[in-house]
């Protein structure tokens, strides 16, 4: 009997399922940061951090392991971003996001 090694290895994220990744990880940091950021700067983080998730797909599907790893990319990608966008330190939504991802 023959092992495929298909196995072991995991399809892409389908669009749809990045988009409610993305949203669930950051509703998590909010919560996290305490203070309230308005429902339409959530939205425009949410699309921000899809299209770098989209633009890093291969990347992140190689490490979806390791939470570390993934945070540290969101630290440099997507952080500095987002806090411009919400008026937040970068710090404490770093600290915020690494709670609500696991990292």
């Known amino acids: ?3 495929s090694q298909e196995k072991h290895t995991a399809a892409l994220p389908s669009p749809r399922t990045i988009r409610r990744a993305c949203a669930n990880e950051l509703y998590r940091t909010v919560k996290r940061l305490k203070e309230h950021i308005p429902a339409s700067l959530v939205e425009k983080a949410e699309k921000l951090y899809v299209e770098r998730v989209i633009g890093n797909l291969l990347w992140i599907h190689d490490h ?13 990608t997507v952080r500095d971003d987002i806090a411009k966008l919400w008026g937040v330190d970068k710090e404490r939504l770093s600290q915020a996001f690494r709670s609500a991802f696991g990292a």
């Open 64 to 76: 979806r392991s390791n939470r570390k790893a993934l945070a540290d990319w969101w630290d440099d």
């Open 1 to 3: 009997m023959k092992m």
